[in-house]
């Protein structure tokens, strides 16, 4: 699999009690999970939402930085 090698995330929204987060990314190089791809180009992934459980495992699987804050793998 391959992983994200960089990228800027911050948490856009917390909606409580639905469980969903909305986060604002730029992702570097590209990554696929199943159903879920992104190409070599930059790409700004606005309000993107995830389920709390689905964000966590995206974040543990990417090493996504959850609060604006950048990575280099």
């Excluded at 409580?16 to 930059?42: A, E, M, Q, S």
Aim: aromatic share 16%; with cysteine; glycine share 6%.
């Amino acid at each position: 699999m391959s992983i994200i090698t960089e990228s800027i995330c911050s948490i856009e929204e917390l909606a409580k009690g639905r469980g969903f987060i909305h986060i604002k990314c730029t992702f570097y190089n590209w990554v696929t999970y199943p159903g879920f791809l992104i190409d070599h180009y930059n790409l700004t992934a606005d309000q993107y939402t995830f389920s709390g459980s689905y964000f966590s495992i995206i974040n543990q699987l990417a090493n996504i930085p959850v609060v604006g804050k950048r990575r280099n793998k």
